[in-house]
């Protein structure tokens, strides 16, 4: 691509920086969930020549001429993603997670309206009603919690609850809940309640779309979703919902909440969605699930403590408690070595969130540079060994150059 040759000869300064970070992303071991390394492909539709168009609107009813091609693309990514997803309506323009979840709200709810999602500290996401994020100030919370004994979702006691606050929009998602949903038990708990159900499978959509996680569009009035998890494409999103819903989500995200589509992003997204269906991307999405589950098997063999015993999807949470290790300094030390995570709350955790008791552990970024069970498991026998020795300088230096020789076998994409 054109920029690659004029970067350096422009902007050395920058280029320099581009240089150091896809090294040190090429020299280590990322195991942050929401991660993963996208396609050349859609990489190159991120810098192509779409920045350089405004299109505000939809295909066939734009607020500025020029369209003839950048409707197409927009058009292209909507059925690609209609066809995985099968989906009855797509909107493929919200500029990331967040404001399509805002979207959402803006959609179904109006501010001080009661809203129901999973508790942040439970594994829900900032934007389920947050304190810290504008969900938690324009509308009235009410969170439902995991099972303290087991630590899994109790759909009775989300049932209990919903009946009790009467929320006029339910949210089924997280961002560090390590099994699977019952969109099934979701869906009747809206019934009941007379709400519309948004699912947010931002961390799940590339299984969903692989067929490694069940799907919630035949459940979800609407589901919102990043594309750059699992889905391996651009920083993006995208909301899918029934045709009954369609007017007024578009309307939500524009003019409701946005200006300009990022064409380029919707361009990146189409490619994303055509590797998404292909045979491999399956492969790949079978593959996220076996290598969480066996570095969770190499944790648990070795003495540790995981939330909910395991996993069912691409992720793991390490509650750390009975190691007497905080997060953060784990979090640290495993970075020195070139395993790459992060600190994480975990359920009743008696620690902040700035410092809490868990770390979470993902797969999607290594599967896709090729890493099997065997790798995973070397993994959890590296974390190990670093925990172990209570985070010992020596034993870091020497992990990493393993973690480094290891990756020199694995290339990015
Ligand atoms: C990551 C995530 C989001 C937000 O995505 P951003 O693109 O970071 O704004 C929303 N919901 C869930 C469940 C997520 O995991």
């Known amino acids: 691509m054109q920029f690659l040759s004029s970067l350096p000869m422009f902007d050395p300064a920058l280029a320099a920086l581009l240089q150091a970070e896809e090294e040190k992303q090429r020299d280590s071991i990322r195991l942050i969930a929401s991660e993963n390394f996208a396609s050349a492909a859609v990489r190159e539709a991120c810098g192509s020549v779409l920045t350089n168009k405004y299109s505000e609107g939809y295909p066939g009813a734009r607020y500025y001429e020029g369209q003839q091609i950048v409707d197409q693309v927009e058009r292209l990514a909507m059925a690609r993603a209609r066809l995985i997803f099968n989906a009855e309506h797509v909107n493929v323009q919200p500029y990331s997670g967040s404001p399509a979840n805002l979207a959402a709200y803006l959609a179904f709810v109006r501010p001080g309206d009661t809203v129901m999602g999973m508790r942040l500290a439970h594994g829900g996401h900032l934007t389920h009603g947050s304190r810290a994020s504008i969900t938690g100030k324009y509308w009235n919370i009410a969170s439902y919690e995991l099972d303290p004994h087991t630590g899994l979702l109790d759909y009775d006691l989300i049932r ?34 007379g709400a519309p159900l948004l699912v947010d ?70 490619v994303a969605l055509h590797e998404a269906a292909q045979p491999d991307f399956a492969e790949y999405a079978k593959q996220c699930v076996l290598n969480a589950q066996a570095l969770g098997r190499g944790l648990l063999e070795r003495g540790f403590t995981l939330v909910t015993g395991g996993t069912d999807n691409h992720l793991l ?17 495993l970075d020195r070595a070139g395993l790459v995570a992060n600190y994480n709350s975990v359920p009743w955790d008696d620690r902040p969130p700035q410092d809490p008791s868990g770390i979470r552990l993902g797969s999607p970024a290594m599967t896709t540079r090729g890493f099997g069970e065997k790798e995973f498991l070397q993994i959890a026998e590296w974390i190990d060994r670093i925990v172990a020795s209570g985070l010992d300088d020596v034993t870091i230096f020497q992990v990493g150059g393993e973690v480094r020789e290891l990756c020199r076998s694995f290339p990015m994409p």
Request: net charge positive.
């Open 160 to 193: 209990t609850k919903a009946l009790q606050h009467r929320p006029k929009l339910l949210i089924a998602g997280h961002s560090a809940y390590p099994r699977q949903l019952d969109f099934a038990a979701f869906r009747k708990i809206a019934d009941e309640i």
């Open 201 to 270: 499978m931002a961390h799940i959509a590339g299984l969903v779309a692989g067929g490694a996680h069940p799907s919630p569009i035949p459940y979800a009035d609407v589901v919102t979703t990043t594309t750059h998890k699992t889905l391996r494409g651009p920083r993006g999103a995208m909301i899918m919902c029934r045709a009954e819903h369609a007017s007024k989500i578009d309307k939500a995200v524009f003019p409701g909440l946005q200006g300009g589509p990022h064409n380029n992003t919707t361009a990146a997204i189409a």
């Open 317 to 333: 949470l390490i509650d750390l408690r009975k190691k007497g290790l905080p997060g953060k300094a784990v979090a640290e030390a």
